[in-house]
């Protein structure tokens, strides 16, 4: 239990570094991060939404938001009582409706159309839609991940359901349920090296997210976030050097680099996390993090399929 929780505080912890690392270069290109900052190595904050040192956005604060809404309802509805999805969507749904009026720093153009669409019509999915294969699903999947770990099922029902809130497009899907597994395998141990022939297999699976040779997009289209990520992971074990390589790719770099900072932080656990990172976090958050780890697990548990 201990080298779970370290490894699934380590996921959660990662995620948010990686979004504070990389908020102070989304948007730019390559090129323009080399010229301001030689290698981007540290987080200062500023960048296109001037932000604090260590502030986090909405990769981190939109998790927390679906890991909160987890925590007040999702063990009813995940032991499979009638009704019980409905009702834990709804309050997914008004999570995120708490989010958005709460004026958080940046929201993605699909999350605000889904979370108003849910608001004002009370809908909790759109129809598929070719607009939606942003990242802005598999962005917050984690709380998810950790809220039914041991059970598959139970993952790819409340993954696709959360997603579906505000994104709904095969893409997304696709890349919502691959991240989440490959988070399952890493929070169970996996190395880099099966991190790596995972990658192979299920980028054979799945074609369209196939990253070699990589083509050094970043942008928020799910296909090329996915691509950025699984390339620099699977390139670098250690946390640091994957995390700084994904970022210095730049555009949407708070996302790709929570994204590499949420698995690689899986694969290491908080442990083995820079301590000069963690420390430029700001400690509500990390405290916010870390009270969700635990009872996120405790809900897994008590799903029972989960043996810890
Ligand atoms: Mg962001
Ligand atoms: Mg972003």
Redesign the pocket.
């Known amino acids: 239990m201990r080298e779970l929780f370290d490894k699934a505080l380590g996921a959660y912890l990662g995620l948010a570094i990686g979004?504070a690392l990389g908020?102070t270069v989304?948007f730019m290109r390559p090129r323009e991060i080399a010229a301001q900052y030689g290698v981007h190595r540290e987080i200062i904050g500023g960048g296109w939404l001037k932000l604090a040192r260590g502030q986090v956005?909405?990769?981190t604060t939109m998790s927390l938001a679906l890991g909160s809404a987890l925590l007040k309802g999702g063990e009813h509805a995940l032991r499979g009582h009638t009704g019980g999805d409905e009702a834990l969507l709804r309050s997914i749904g008004q999570a995120f409706v708490q989010w958005l009026q709460g004026k958080p720093v940046?929201c993605g153009n699909t999350c605000r159309r889904g979370i108003l669409r849910f608001l004002h019509e009370d809908t909790l999915a759109g129809p598929y839609n070719p607009g939606d294969a942003g990242n802005g699903a598999l962005m917050r999947n984690l709380p998810a991940v950790l809220a039914t770990l041991g059970s598959d099922s139970a993952f790819q029902r409340l993954s696709l359901a959360q997603a579906h809130l505000t994104h709904r497009h095969l893409l997304s899907d696709a890349a919502v349920l691959g991240i989440g597994q490959l988070l399952r395998r890493l929070l169970g141990g996996s190395d880099h090296r099966e991190c790596q022939r995972w990658a192979e297999q299920w980028t054979a699976e799945n074609p369209a997210f196939r990253f070699t040779p990589y083509r050094g997009c970043a942008t928020a289209y799910v296909v090329d976030t996915v691509q950025t990520v699984l390339h620099f992971l699977t390139l670098h074990e250690d946390f640091e050097a994957a995390l700084v390589a994904t970022v210095n790719q730049g555009d949407d770099a708070?996302?790709t680099g929570a994204l590499v900072g949420m698995l690689a932080g899986a694969r290491c656990g908080a442990s083995k996390l820079p301590q000069r990172w963690l420390h430029r976090l700001q400690p509500a958050i990390v405290q916010a993090i870390t009270d969700q780890t635990s009872g996120l697990l405790a809900m897994a548990e008590g799903l029972g399929a989960l043996q810890l």
Do not use: G, I, V
Request: avoid cysteine.
């Open positions: 979004d908020a989304e956005t909405d990769d940046d708070d996302t």
